[in-house]
Every structure is written in structure tokens, then in C-alpha cells.
T-cell receptor
Framework: DQQVKQNSPSLSVQEGRISILNCDYT??????FLWYKKYPAEGPTFLIS?????DKNEDGRFTVFLNKSAKHLSLHIVPSQPGDSAVYFC????????????FGTGTQLKVEL | DTAVSQTPKYLVTQMGNDKSIKCEQN?????MYWYKQDSKKFLKIMFSYNNKELIINETVPNRFSPKSPDKAHLNLHINSLELGDSAVYFC????????????FGPGTRLTVT
């Protein structure tokens, strides 16, 4: 029973354009959401997070949007750069849950020149 | 000055053996975690420790035993290794007291033959 889903296993975008990565969740108790970026043979690297009391959080080229009613979040990267090519994982946790992260299966982003 | 380090990076061993993976963090965090990434790239939490106390223990065979000698270290010992234990194991750490981003180590790729 996968509580966090990333339905697109891969995404290809041209350099300079916007990348939009999507994530859906089923557990309404989740109240904190994170995006991680992972390069091959490395550990996931924290990118950006959002609390359920917000619907948007922005950090430089990265913006995360949260739609609680739809149980959906998305990560926007603009402009996309070749160095952004990596696997992006969405993760969720709930207050009082011991900070346990439940991860999606990841989306492989490829930014082409 | 690696924040979260793991040793070894690669581990190849035969079925039935016992092996350990070590993890250390120099971030001053109180909570440490072990995650398993299986062949389908799905990242799933196994354990978490807070100040040497077990907080999260997911449905993991009791052949897996975490050990935390101090809050900066969380080692994973695996007895009687099985083929299905082949995976990448990630250690992570975070601050205590709520939901916070976790910082991951580079991973240990375990191959059981």
C-alpha cells in the first residue's frame, strides 16, 4: 500500500524550460512534505520542504506547491539546468510520527541541452 | 568534513554470513535512521534512534539489529544474510523535536551471493 506516489517514472525537459514533477499522497495525516534529489551512487540530498499550513514554498529556482484537498504536491524547477538531471523523490511525514519519511518511487529528470 | 558517512560503500558477501554497516554523523543531530532501497528503487525506513533509544522499528526481520553506541553513531548488523537482503542501505540523521529534513549518507550497496 503505497501512500506516496510519483506516477511519472521519467521526465525529459529542455534546458531553460520549466520542469514540473508531481506527487500524490493518500494519508491525510501527512503534514510535512519534502523533495529530495539523488544522483547515482550518492545519497538523497534535501532540496525543499513545505508544511501543510502553506500552499507554496520557494527557494531560488525551486518552488513546491501543495494542494491539500487534492492530496497533491508538485515541484517546479525554473529554469531547468543540465545539472538538475537526477532522480527526484517526494517524501512525506506526520507530526508525532517520529519524523518517519515515507518516500515515493522517484522521477528521473533529464534536462537536455 | 562529510556530514553523514557510511562504511563500507560496497559489501559483497555470501548467504548465511553476518555483516555490519557503520554510520556516523557530525551534524550534532539527535536522531538517526536506516533506510533500505530495494531493486525497484523504493526507499523504505527500517529503524530510527533518538539519543540511543529505538523510536521506529518497521516490519524488519529480527536478523537486522541496529546498535547505537552514542548519538553520533548508528550501526546496522545483519545476521544470516539472505539473497533478498541485497539492496542499498542509507543512513540518515535529523534534528529532534518535530518534523525536520533528514540528511543522508552516501549509501552502502550490499550484494549477497
Amino acid at each position: 500500500d503505497q501512500q506516496v506516489k510519483q506516477n511519472s517514472p521519467s521526465l525529459s525537459v529542455q534546458e531553460g524550460r520549466i520542469s514540473i514533477l508531481n506527487c500524490d499522497y493518500t494519508n491525510s495525516m501527512f503534514d510535512y512534505f519534502l523533495w529530495y534529489k539523488k544522483y547515482p551512487a550518492e545519497g538523497p540530498t534535501f532540496l525543499i520542504s513545505i508544511s501543510s499550513i502553506k500552499d507554496k514554498n520557494e527557494d531560488g529556482r525551486f518552488t513546491v506547491f501543495l494542494n491539500k484537498s487534492a492530496k497533491h504536491l508538485s515541484l517546479h524547477i525554473v529554469p531547468s539546468q543540465p545539472g538538475d538531471s537526477a532522480v527526484y523523490f517526494c517524501a512525506a511525514s506526520e507530526t508525532g510520527g517520529g519524523n518517519k519519511l515515507t518516500f515515493g518511487t522517484g522521477t528521473q529528470l533529464k534536462v537536455e541541452l | 568534513d562529510t556530514a553523514v558517512s557510511q562504511t563500507p560503500k560496497y559489501l559483497v558477501t555470501q548467504m548465511g554470513n553476518d555483516k555490519s554497516i557503520k554510520c556516523e554523523q557530525n551534524l550534532g543531530h539527535d536522531t538517526m535512521y536506516w533506510y533500505k532501497q530495494d531493486s525497484k528503487k523504493f526507499l523504505k525506513i527500517m529503524f530510527s534512534y533518538n539519543n540511543k533509544e529505538l523510536i521506529i522499528n518497521e516490519t524488519v526481520p529480527n536478523r537486522f539489529s541496529p546498535k547505537s553506541p552514542d548519538k553520533a553513531h548508528l550501526n546496522l548488523h545483519i545476521n544470516s544474510l539472505e539473497l533478498g537482503d541485497s539492496a542499498v542501505y542509507f543512513c540518515a540523521s535529523s534534528q529532534d523535536g518535530g518534523v525536520f529534513e533528514q540528511y543522508f549518507g552516501p549509501g552502502t550497496r550490499l550484494t549477497v551471493t
